[in-house]
């Protein structure tokens, strides 16, 4: 029998022919990730080997995003560990307040990730990459200092899911309603230790953001990866962004999935997921009066250009309801700029909005954003479990830039079509 994409990746970073589910391998990396979180326990883990150097200083990166700017002593501790070590061992790619982003929007924007590659990190949603045809996912503190000394990871090769798309997204509906629904159709554990694969003549009408929106979530449904087939979009993205040379590998005919899906695009309508877990899915325009308290626009789920001239659209011209606070939160630092030229700023500041400088901060309860007792919030964020952003007794709705943009507008959950 065939191999899946995911199979393909892996066995060409393993040296054999052909991997099967169910098997171990030792598998050579192409770039290994940590944050301001998670890097200085892999540090501390690192030190004890006793070893020098890391295996490549251009394949080992760090991002500044989760705390940063930093919100009290401690988040600054754990820079200085980072920023110290980047320095010691020459850590080409660290990036820092002024030039850090959220870390899974940076990378692919930097071209530190192609087609083809094995990508590890420790933060869950390093899955994003796979919307470019990557192997990439989460792994703890100590596989991630494994990583950096070694160069390699042991994987368990996963079975997979097959996700063929066809149609057409309609107006104000996105990648991320797709996802929601998806999720909301399989549930959180639907994929569990298993590759999300997308294919089909539909993924032409996704967009880049769309893809890496949907990759970024496949560990909401407990998969190991997501991963996107490679068509002219993704190389024209990678040869935008990298001066790296793609590989390209396609499923075979005969590759052996778990199940299959196939999913309509024009039949996707605006999503909300409900507290407290992604899988708890509403149409927006079923939501009737559930009030409000904050908005936020960003992540590393939608904090994209495509995700901001978006909330844009729904927002120019209008204000946001009483009684709520919006929060946009631009990725990177080039999606604050272009945004800043395109005059999308703007917009959102007269409608009573507040822009911050790129931070993972509100998605994980960290700053920038927290809630109180009591409080909702509609977010573009990728996880909504009890105490998420803030407070036990706070609630998350997420959904697309434009229902959260709509909602600030009228203070409840809006479907966008209800507000243009």
Not at 133 to 149: C, E, I, L, R, W
Request: glycine share 10%.
């Amino acid at each position: 029998m065939g191999m899946t994409m995911t199979q393909k990746v892996l066995a060409a970073h393993c040296g054999a022919e052909k991997v099967e589910a169910g098997e171990l391998i030792l598998v050579n990396l192409d770039l290994v990730l940590g944050n301001d979180i998670t890097s200085p326990v892999a540090i501390a883990e690192y030190n004890k080997l006793g070893i020098d150097k890391v295996f490549d200083n251009k394949k080992v990166t760090m991002v500044m995003d989760h705390f940063a700017p930093n919100k009290d002593i401690k988040a600054a501790e754990q820079c200085k560990m980072c920023r110290n070590f980047c320095g010691a061992q020459n850590i080409e790619h660290f990036y820092d307040v002024g030039q850090m982003g959220i870390e899974h929007a940076l990378l692919p924007e930097k071209g530190l990730v192609v087609s083809g590659d094995v990508v590890i990190g420790a933060d869950s949603h390093t899955c994003t990459y796979g919307a470019l045809g990557a192997f990439s996912t989460g792994v703890g503190s100590t596989d991630m200092a494994s990583g950096m000394a070694t160069g390699k990871a042991w994987f368990k090769v996963p079975s997979a899911i097959k996700f063929t798309l066809k149609g057409k997204l309609n107006e104000y509906v996105s990648g991320k309603d797709v996802i929601l629904h998806i999720i909301g159709m399989i549930g959180v554990d639907g994929a569990l230790y298993r590759s999300m694969e997308f294919t089909g003549e539909g993924l032409k009408n996704l967009s880049m953001e769309d893809r890496l929106c949907m990759a970024n979530m496949a560990i909401e449904a407990g998969a190991k990866n997501g991963i996107f087939e490679v068509d002219e979009k993704t190389l024209e993205y990678v040869a935008e962004h990298s001066t790296r040379t793609p590989v390209v590998f396609k499923a075979d005919e005969d590759a052996v999935y778990d199940e299959e899906y196939v999913i309509d695009l024009s039949e996707i309508e605006s999503t909300v997921s409900y507290p407290h877990l992604p899988e708890n899915t509403h149409l927006a325009k079923d939501s009737g009066d559930i009030k409000i308290d904050q908005v936020i626009i960003g992540s590393c789920t939608n904090g994209r250009l495509e995700d901001m001239i978006a909330a844009a659209k729904i927002l120019k011209g209008k204000k946001v309801a009483d009684g709520v606070r919006c929060i946009v939160i631009p990725a990177t630092q080039k999606v604050y700029l272009d945004a800043m030229e395109m005059g999308l700023l703007k917009i959102f500041i007269e409608a009573g909005a507040a822009v911050s400088t790129p931070t993972c901060g509100p998605c994980l309860g960290g700053h920038m954003g927290i809630l109180a007792a009591g409080e909702r919030a509609v977010a573009t964020t990728n996880r909504n479990f009890v105490g998420r952003m803030g407070h036990v007794d706070s609630e998350i709705y997420l959904a697309s830039p434009e229902v959260a943009a709509a909602s600030a507008i009228m203070g409840r959950i809006t479907d966008p079509k209800e507000v243009m």
